[in-house]
């Protein structure tokens, strides 16, 4: 999987994945998290539009971000994913399951609503 883009948005971090060859996935997909992990964004936002599948391992990186996130009060929210990757996705099983939502827009509100309710839990 490659990076389309990769943008620095005020309050979250977007990547949009694209397919890539066999044995590119993995290495671009970490890179990218690690990037996103350290940008101290509330929100990491994956758009997973161009993506047909994702592999086992993929996926677990995904999971492995949602949970850092969520121990730093901030979260992952996965974006436009097709069923198939949804489903590789979701049997992982790791606990409760990323934020998963149709569009960038729905991201927005989402994230926002992860931001105020925070304040409000530890105000």
Do not use: F
Not at 43 to 65: P, T
Not at 80 to 91: A, D, I, Q, T, Y
């Amino acid at each position: 999987m490659t990076t389309i883009c990769c943008e620095l948005l005020p309050d979250s971090y977007l990547i949009v994945l694209a397919p890539a060859q066999e044995g590119e996935m993995e290495t671009a997909l970490a890179h990218q998290l690690t990037c996103a992990q350290q940008s101290g964004k509330a929100a990491v936002w994956v758009d997973c539009g161009m993506l047909n599948s994702l592999s086992d391992e993929a996926a677990q990186l995904l999971w492995m971000l949602h949970h850092y996130l969520k121990e730093q009060r901030a979260e992952l929210v996965l974006v436009h994913v097709p069923e198939l990757v949804r489903k590789v996705v979701l049997k992982q099983e790791a606990g409760p399951a990323p934020c998963i939502v149709p569009t960038l827009l729905d991201a927005a509100r989402q994230s926002h609503w992860h931001q105020w309710h925070n304040r409000q839990h530890w105000a």
